[in-house]
């Protein structure tokens, strides 16, 4: 199951490349019916302190816990324009999966819908803060979450730093592993500045659109190896990864660093991102932290 959705979450990233972001604001503030299309909006906007606002969600949509309670409205890749209608919303937000077609039907529908495209950096993930709180009328707040995003991540730099550079650890994330491919966070991703920024060296910064090679990881033998865990994962994963060739070959594999981080935080680019890179520092270098 995890790798099914590991390959479908990377082809519908390749695809969406081509979205459009939308810089347009909403005025109804306070008063809008929002539907989020994503789960970092929806974690974006509980954070902004709009979550009372939601009145619709994906099914993929689980965090904060009281996101649950709220009607679905379908997957990230075929939501339902009749349930969105029927929630009388008056905005829905999206960000990278969603079809472009979809958010013009929305728009038809009379439906003020926006989709934002941020992923190739860490200041993305501070951009898409600020368009989702400048649509829902959250500017203030927006701008505070920021900031100690801001602060948490130089808290981090300043830490790491102590490293000399050729002492620096290499890393990867995997995003997915075994016979359907190997996906990991690739150079061009956000996730590659969360990693550097770290404190580690991304071995997977060669790779391209989330996607790696057996050959390249073997090369590369990071140092270090971090495994997505989600709700549904399986407690044994690390013990399946270093026990499948050919990554048991990998030196992180017989040495015992392997490690599991939140896959959600890391993965739903947004508020949680900071908690991924302090986790991720943590990891490389337990005795800074």
Not at 63 to 74: H, K, M, Q
Not at 142 to 148: D, F, K, L, T, Y
Not at 211 to 219: H, N, P, R, V
Not at 264 to 287: F, H, M, N, S, W
């Amino acid at each position: 199951m995890k790798k099914a959705l590991a390959i479908l979450f990377v082809a519908l990233l390749a695809v969406s490349l081509s979205a459009q972001s939308v810089a347009e604001v909403s005025s109804n503030g306070d008063d809008l019916r929002i539907v989020s299309l994503a789960p970092n909006v929806t974690e974006i906007i509980y954070a902004l302190g709009s979550g009372d606002q939601l009145v619709g969600r994906t099914d993929y949509c689980n965090y904060p816990e009281e996101v649950l309670s709220l009607t679905s409205i379908g997957s990230l890749w075929e939501p339902n324009l009749e349930a969105i209608l029927s929630l009388d919303a008056d905005i829905a937000i999206a960000s990278s999966i969603v079809d472009p077609g979809f958010i013009d039907s929305l728009k038809a529908a009379g439906i003020e819908a926006y989709q934002f495209y941020e992923e190739e950096s860490l200041d993305g993930t501070y951009a898409l803060i600020e368009k989702v709180a400048a649509c829902i009328g959250k500017e203030d707040k927006g701008a505070e979450i920021i900031r100690s995003m801001k602060d948490r991540v130089a808290a981090v730099q300043q830490k790491v730093s102590t490293i000399p550079e050729d002492q620096r650890k290499s890393c990867v994330y995997m995003i997915g592993y075994g016979e359907w491919g190997d996906y990991a966070a690739t150079g061009e991703t956000y996730l590659n500045d969360v990693i550097e920024v770290a404190g580690g060296i991304n071995a997977a910064v060669e790779g391209s659109f989330w996607s790696i090679t057996k050959e390249l990881l073997l090369a590369q033998d990071p140092d270090v190896i971090l495994l997505g865990a989600y709700s549904y994962s399986d407690p044994s994963d690390i013990e399946h990864f270093i026990g499948l060739a050919p990554y048991s070959e990998l030196t992180a594999s017989k040495t015992g660093n392997v490690f599991t981080i939140n896959g959600d935080a890391a993965e739903r680019q947004g508020v949680r991102t900071v908690d991924c890179v302090e986790e991720i520092a943590k990891i490389l270098y337990p005795e800074l932290f």
